[in-house]
């Protein structure tokens, strides 16, 4: 089966903290896509950073890494200086060769003043 | 570059009427995803269109359908709603080929609300 797993059903730091989410998952391909997605309450979906799975190097965008472990199935979200517009639901999902994405269960992240 | 545009955003329907749901891709996006999201159940995947042939369907009953047409334009239909059909209803397009492919950029939604 094909699953993802998001321990953290919500997380709440101050502004200009690190945080760091954690996704662990599950699957039998070797190939495969990994993906953090914001969804604040706007409701819209927004890609945050994306990693491929046969590169070795973490994936960065800006304040945003990844810690991706692939023999563990660990692909972790760091933000760093963290700003009150990161407040959002944050989803970790993965995708195969067919195109679907497979999603966590999210984290509610809150960013206080 | 307009995004994904998915109408309508609202929607309010008696159990057992039909819907229908549209969504309209980034200009050259090829792929349509529908993903269906609920408290309960999260984010599932309902089907993905390429060039108006659906490539993979999720585990939904057959009330759930959709379509693709030439401009890559996606439609979704429910028929015979139940109460258990309330969802957001996401639309994500994406090139659809290779590994630029995979990068999926949503819509705002469908709130469908079924009473």
């Known amino acids: 089966a094909q699953t993802v797993t998001q321990s953290q059903p919500e997380m709440s730091v101050q502004e200009a903290e690190t945080v760091t989410l954690s996704c662990t998952y599950d699957?039998?391909?070797?190939?495969?896509?990994l993906f953090w997605y914001k969804q604040p309450p706007s409701r819209q979906m927004i890609l945050v950073i994306r990693?491929?799975?046969?590169k070795q190097q973490n994936a960065t965008e800006n304040r945003f890494s990844v810690n991706f472990q692939k023999a563990a199935k660990s692909f972790s979200l760091k933000i760093s200086d963290s700003q009150l517009g990161d407040t959002a639901m944050y989803f970790c999902?993965?995708?195969?060769?067919?195109?679907?994405?497979?999603w966590g269960a999210g984290t509610k992240l809150i960013i206080k003043p | 570059k307009a995004g994904v545009t998915q109408t309508p955003r609202y929607l309010i329907k008696t159990r057992g009427q039909q819907v229908t749901l549209s969504c309209s891709p980034i200009?050259?996006?090829?792929?349509v995803s529908w993903y269906q999201q609920t408290p309960g159940q999260g984010l599932q995947f309902l089907f993905e269109?390429?060039?108006?042939?659906?490539?993979n369907k999720g585990n939904f009953p057959g009330r759930f359908s959709g379509r693709q047409f030439s401009n890559s334009r996606s439609e979704m239909n429910v028929s015979t709603l139940e109460l258990g059909d309330s969802a957001l209803y996401l639309c994500?397009?994406?090139?659809?080929?290779?590994?630029?492919?995979?990068?999926?950029?949503f819509g705002q939604g469908t709130r469908l609300t079924v009473v």
């Open positions: 269109y390429f060039s108006e042939t659906q490539r």
């Open positions: 999902a993965f995708m195969i060769s067919n195109y679907q994405l497979i």
């Open positions: 990693q491929e799975a046969y």
């Open positions: 994500a397009s994406s090139l659809g080929e290779g590994a630029r492919g995979t990068e999926a950029f």
């Open positions: 200009s050259g996006h090829r792929s």
């Open positions: 699957t039998s391909e070797n190939n495969y896509y």
